[in-house]
């Protein structure tokens, strides 16, 4: 399995990996899903190529995983993180190790970026396996929510959350036209 930066090449094979992951049938330009984030993010100022991976198995794409700047607002300071996701594996690849790789190879690219922490929204089981702790540790929350159980939070160095905390924001492609998120 090789994990590379993804190209514009790559573009179609993602979305059906995402499309496979998510079961959804989405098509660039759709709104709410995260295929349409994804492609959003591309066409920005969000946008990191080296922190936007795919898994590619025998020529094959199988996998692909996106981090995005976020800030945590504390009300009076806002301080700069990192968002891990969407993170997408092909239906018939799950369960083989592919998205394992894939965080763990996004986890040493943002380290090498000179990033202090991720922050995910996602399953607590399937992210503690790679660090992660409750977000609620370092009071990181998500619209006023500060026991989110479904928010988790990496110090990439040490202490990099040390007196960080605050509402989590994502960057703009995120969220609808209603700022709410997508
Ligand atoms: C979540 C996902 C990226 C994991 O990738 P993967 O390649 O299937 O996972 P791995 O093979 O690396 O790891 C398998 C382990 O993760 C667990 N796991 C897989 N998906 C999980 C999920 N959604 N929640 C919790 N645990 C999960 C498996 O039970 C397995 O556990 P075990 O090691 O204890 O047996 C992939 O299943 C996927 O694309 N799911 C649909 C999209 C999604 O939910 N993305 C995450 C939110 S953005």
Known sequence: MI?????????????????????????PGDKFNEW??????????SYI????????INGRIVGHIMFTPLTI???????????????????DFQNQGVGTRLVNEGILAAKKLGYQ???????????S??????????????DGDFNCKYLSALELVENGLKGISGNIRYCPEFYNEKGELI
């Open 49 to 56: 190529n080296e922190l936007s991976l795919v898994a590619e």
């Open 117 to 127: 922490s991720i922050i995910v929204l996602g399953d607590y089981k399937y992210y």
């Open 129 to 142: 396996r790679f660090g992660f702790g409750p977000a609620s540790k370092w009071h990181i929350g998500l």
């Open 36 to 45: 349409g984030v994804v492609h959003a993010v591309r066409n920005s100022d």
């Open 3 to 27: 994990i590379r930066k993804e190209t514009k090449s790559d573009y179609e094979n993602v979305r059906e990996v995402i499309q496979s992951a998510f079961s959804k049938r989405l098509k």
């Open 73 to 91: 607002n504390d009300g009076i300071n806002t301080f700069d993180s990192l968002a891990l996701g969407p993170v997408s594996v092909k239906k």
